[in-house]
């Protein structure tokens, strides 16, 4: 036992000193800072699922007093967890920034720039029929495929770049200096004129000029790789590992997260689509997993216990505390299962 302890006390250390890098800190606050999107998005697709005439199956439709607007729940969807990797791009740039003291503005506007200069993928034609008047209109919309978990990479560059950039150039004072009368907001907005500028002719150019497309790079050769994590081997040795650095005092999920939170979210976001268009789900090992094994394996009883139990009655006050929160974990788990 003490062999085993000795062999994970070396081991954490190197993982607790990656766990404490500001680049790993601003994945692991980018991503936790976009839950929320998920989450709502989550909820009116389940709503599309219940509420969609058939879908379950023939015949079968749970909540049938929506299915008039069952179609409406998706433009929710479509506008949040399909547009993922834009509100992304801008939590992990502020998230990144505050690690270098760099106003929240500066940061969100620098990032999300950084990230559509990135992600450009040139426009396309699209036409609008109208209800009412049976008449189409054309127009030129941008081409926002790379808006979802598939351009989540290209928005944790964009964000580390972009602020890396930022943090230079104040540190070597390129920067346009205004008098001290100036008011704050004006004195940060020209300050960071020139670091966007940067910013800007660096992403372009590799976007535009060297028409280097980082999102088809990392699908076509890295996530092919990587995709092969997706197995229950890979998930449970993930776990394990993560048990052990808790048991010795450290935080595994915040160690490990930012290894595996990008890649469940891109695999999330496919099983979504997959789910939209009615296709099977490809993907097993998505984000929140954990609350349908390890917290049904381990909370869940601890609470049965806590709640039953005649000797331990002073504690069944706080199990009665903990349980709505558990309630809203499988809540959780089922909105992006469905």
């Excluded at 990230?115 to 009412?132: H, K, W």
């Excluded at 939209?276 to 789900?281: F, V």
């Amino acid at each position: 036992m003490n062999y085993f302890v000795n062999v994970l006390d070396k081991i954490s250390k190197p993982m607790k000193r990656f766990g404490e890098l500001k680049a790993i800190k601003a994945i692991q606050e980018g991503l936790v800072g976009s839950v929320g999107i998920t989450i709502i998005g989550a909820i009116f697709l389940l709503l599309y699922v219940l509420s969609a005439p058939d879908y379950l199956a023939e015949g079968v439709t749970v909540l049938p007093f929506l299915s008039d607007i069952c179609d409406k729940f998706l433009i929710i969807n479509a506008l949040t967890m399909n547009m993922l990797a834009l509100y992304v791009s801008v939590s992990i740039a502020i998230a990144f920034g505050k690690e270098y003291d760099i106003e929240p503005i500066t940061s969100a506007l620098s990032g999300l720039m950084a990230f559509i200069l990135l992600s450009n993928n040139g426009t396309q034609t699209a036409v609008l029929m109208s209800e009412l008047t049976d008449q189409s209109n054309s127009f030129t919309a941008l081409d926002a495929t790379y808006y979802n978990g598939g351009g989540l990479i290209v928005a944790i560059i964009a964000g580390f770049v972009s602020i890396y950039i930022i943090h230079l150039c104040y540190k070597w004072n390129v920067r346009i200096k205004m008098p001290s009368s100036v008011p704050d907001a004006v004195e940060n907005s020209f300050s960071a004129l020139i670091p966007y500028f940067i910013t800007a002719v660096i992403c372009w150019g590799i976007r535009s000029i060297l028409n280097f497309d980082i999102s088809q790079w990392f699908t076509t050769a890295l996530l092919p790789i990587l995709g092969a994590a997706d197995n229950c081997f890979t998930y449970t040795l993930f776990n394990f590992i993560k048990t052990c650095l808790w048991s010795v005092g450290l935080n595994g999920d915040n160690m490990l997260s930012a290894i595996c939170t990008p890649l469940n979210t891109i695999w999330l976001n496919e099983n979504v689509a997959a789910a939209t268009a009615g296709e099977t789900l490809s993907h097993v090992w998505i984000a929140n997993i954990g609350r349908l094994d390890m917290w049904v394996s381990s909370v869940w009883p601890i609470l049965f216990l806590l709640l039953t139990s005649k000797k331990l009655k002073h504690m069944k006050p706080f199990a009665i505390a903990c349980t709505p929160a558990a309630i809203f974990g499988i809540v959780v788990m089922a909105c992006q299962l469905f």
